[in-house]
């Protein structure tokens, strides 16, 4: 009988060829849809063009796998400082070099191809690098996250739509008798992870959490419940903001999230190229950091920490194990979450019955990310790995945390583990929040 160890490595390898051409699949849709001034246009100067970050996918998959991991000589080594993200901020990108559309459509299909046959040759054991496929898992993730960055620039974009997506699907046939709140006991739980194969540096290790009993939000806020926090005159009360908060609502003269504005007594919101009505009944979308804290605060409430997130969303109090995902350790499906731009919008507050945490928490896996109050931190025993630059130059107290995921995120980089982070007053990312509350004093 054959040890187990191959077999793994074959099922890492097709997973890994799986999570390389889903993601390619999904770039080549978003830089196809539009024509070469639009690829090349800076949509916005949070954002860079298109084709910078087509051409730096490529440029890190072949300084990565093809260089670092399959030795293989470099393809075109002078473009390397050009699609260096830390060496170019976003709003100086339009005026490098940049590869013309259809040469960095070229190169990345060339280092793709490469990359494909270093995957079948390449031992998945051993090396931290390659130890079930890790190198290609996180090219892959960072595919798939500069794909939700090109998401954003075409939600930036002005003209007409070029993406198209089913409806999500309705509110579950329960959705409209489901509790405010969820209680969440006490104690202590299992914390980030490690041995998820895929998972990165900042996930790690996993560690015990002491967590105080707490009240968390059954559902994200909704567009409607964020409505009567602006007809209440919730941008003109400094009580609810933090002060650099107020500063930036002062500043910039905000009066709800972006891309909504009032016609008459309409609010209307833009999406992709097309203005239509705001749902109330979805979930709130395009809100600073600042925002979320400031509504928590008028509803008398508070954005939940980065643990109590966490602790909601992975732990079973039934077994006392903390779970890959709120329904358990199966991947996610279209049944249990909306992921993978399958859609172009969250779906309605109260979807996904599915996807429910053992406490009966829904819609934390997709949708939207929510700002949690945390600030971006490494774990106890962190330990920087592949390269300090994912994670490490980014701690401290100037980002806060999301989790959960959005529409707009592939399954591949999204885990109940996984954390995204931002600077407070980032709007033009799919985030939106849910609240929390103690339940015993502190």
Partial sequence: MTAPEPVAEEDFRQRAVDALLTARER???????????????????????????????????????????????ALRPEIDSVYDAFEHPRAARPALPLLPPAEAHGYAAEVRERVLDVLHATPLRGAPLVEAGFAFGMIAQHEQQHDETMLITHQLRRGPAALTAPEPPPAGP???????????????FTMGTSTEPWALDNERPAHRRLVPSFFIDTLPVSNGAYLRFIEDGGYDDARWWHPRGWEQVRRHGLVAPLFWRREGTTWLRRRFGVVEPVPPDEPVLHVGWYEAAAYAAWAGRRLPSEAEWEKAARHDPASGRSRR?????????????????????????????????????????????????????????????????YSEVFFGDTCKVLRGGSFAVDPVACRGTFRNWDLPVRRQIFAGFRTARDAEPR
Avoid: K
């Fill in 27 to 73: 770039t080549r849709a978003l830089t196809t849809c539009v024509d070469e001034p639009e690829l090349t246009a800076q949509h916005s100067p949070l954002m860079s063009p298109l084709v910078w970050d087509l051409a730096h996918i490529g440029n890190q998959e072949e300084q990565w796998l093809l260089r670092a991991v399959g030795g293989r000589e």
């Fill in 325 to 389: 995902y709120p329904w358990g350790d199966a991947d996610p499906t279209p049944e249990r979450a909306n992921l993978g731009q399958r859609h172009l919008r969250p779906a309605p507050v109260g979807a996904y019955p599915a996807g429910a945490s053992p406490l009966g928490v829904r819609q934390l896996i997709g949708d939207v990310w929510e700002w949690t109050s945390s600030d971006f931190l490494p774990y106890p025993g962190f330990r920087a790995f592949p390269y300090r630059e």
């Fill in 174 to 188: 329960d959705a409209a008798g489901l509790p405010a709140e969820v209680f969440v006991e006490g104690g202590p």
